[in-house]
């Protein structure tokens, strides 16, 4: 997985040879900022897959 910043300031995330899109999330430093990630549905139509994600931060001290 790369990611990289569009000209409007979006950030691209892309996973191997798929399709990327912007990425419409909150942005964490680090995926250990995060307590969980679910993802309840992938969607597979017409050869294009669509993840749904929903993730939880995690607690600071």
């Not at 979006?10 to 250990?32: E, F």
């Not at 993802?39 to 993730?55: D, E, F, W």
């Amino acid at each position: 997985m790369t990611w990289e910043n569009d000209a409007e300031g979006r950030r691209m995330v892309h996973l191997a040879h798929l399709h990327s899109a912007p990425c419409g999330g909150t942005h964490v430093r680090s995926l250990g900022d995060l307590a969980e990630v679910v993802l309840p549905t992938l969607k597979v139509k017409k050869g294009r897959i669509r993840v749904s994600y929903s993730a939880a931060h995690r607690e600071r001290p």
